[in-house]
């Protein structure tokens, strides 16, 4: 069993907080104040986090797990809208984050939980919410990249675009080669970290599991489920954000409209 950390242990190492505020005072970046606040939000986030979790954990309802999913894909929505410095409207952008990332991220984790985890019930949300945290998280993350690397792709690549566009190229055609890099761009950080699992880093869940007294090869087990249901749920969400953001620049007439991006 992992023994419990008190909270004064926790402000020790909150400590090490200042070695990114020396850094930033030194090189002037200006994130001094950026970092306690979201230092201080994660603690409060993370403590109510636990309270709630205690409460889902007990009444094991699959109404409660679902509600809860819903939830952290609402935030994670508006998380991938605060990562764009040129959102195509923010409710339209908050709104594709969030539908995008519960849409991958049920498709991927319901039917893993079913059939290859096998938990008793098999919608117990102390196994299913943590593995769709863990999906969904990533996916997040690569819808925001994806997201943010195209509308600036779309605005430095417009000239190009329009002169495609102008030879008889459907708008899918000719912004073919800025999705592309969009999508690449934004599965790079996912591709990058399954290549170094096992020889640079020792993952997440891994890490818990084996702190929990689990059988390393079992928590190996369980950490490479996880890394292809992130990969595939990342490479889902990539494509249908830039597909979708592509749709929502571009009208029936083929014709590029980058007056749909904020900040333009």
């Known amino acids: 069993m992992t023994p ?6 926790i402000l020790i ?65 508006y998380e991938v809208l605060l990562r764009q410095a040129h959102p195509a409207g923010r409710l339209w952008t908050a709104s594709l984050g969030t539908t995008v990332m519960l849409s991958c991220g049920f498709l991927i984790t319901l039917p893993t939980l079913a059939v290859i985890v096998q938990a008793e019930p098999w919608f117990s949300p102390r196994v299913a919410l943590p593995m769709f945290g863990m999906i969904a998280g990533s996916a997040m993350g690569s819808i925001a990249l994806t997201l943010h690397v195209l509308s600036h792709a779309l ?65 190996a087990k369980y950490q490479m489920v996880i890394m292809f249901l992130i990969s595939a749920t990342s490479a889902l969400g990539a494509v249908a954000a830039a597909y979708a953001l592509a749709w929502r620049v571009t009208d029936q007439r083929h014709r590029l409209r980058l007056d749909r991006l904020r900040g333009v």
Not at 4 to 9: A, P, R, V, Y
């Open 155 to 219: 605005i430095r690549d417009a000239l190009i675009i329009e002169a495609r566009l102008s030879m008889g190229e459907s708008k899918f055609q000719a912004l073919g080669p800025t999705l592309r890099t969009a999508i690449r761009s934004g599965l790079l950080p996912t591709v990058t970290n399954m290549a170094s699992i096992g020889v640079v880093s020792i993952p997440g869940m891994m890490t818990g599991q084996i702190l929990a007294n689990a059988d390393p090869l079992t928590a």
């Open 4 to 9: 419990d950390i008190g909270f004064d242990k």
């Open 13 to 77: 190492a909150a400590l090490f907080l200042l070695i990114n505020g020396g850094i930033s005072l030194a090189l002037s970046l200006g994130i001094g104040r950026s970092l306690l606040i979201a230092g201080v939000r994660m603690v409060v986030q993370l403590v109510l986090l636990a309270f709630v979790l205690r409460w889902i954990f007990e009444v094991d309802s699959i109404a409660i797990t679902l509600v809860a999913m819903i939830v952290m894909g609402g935030f994670a929505g």
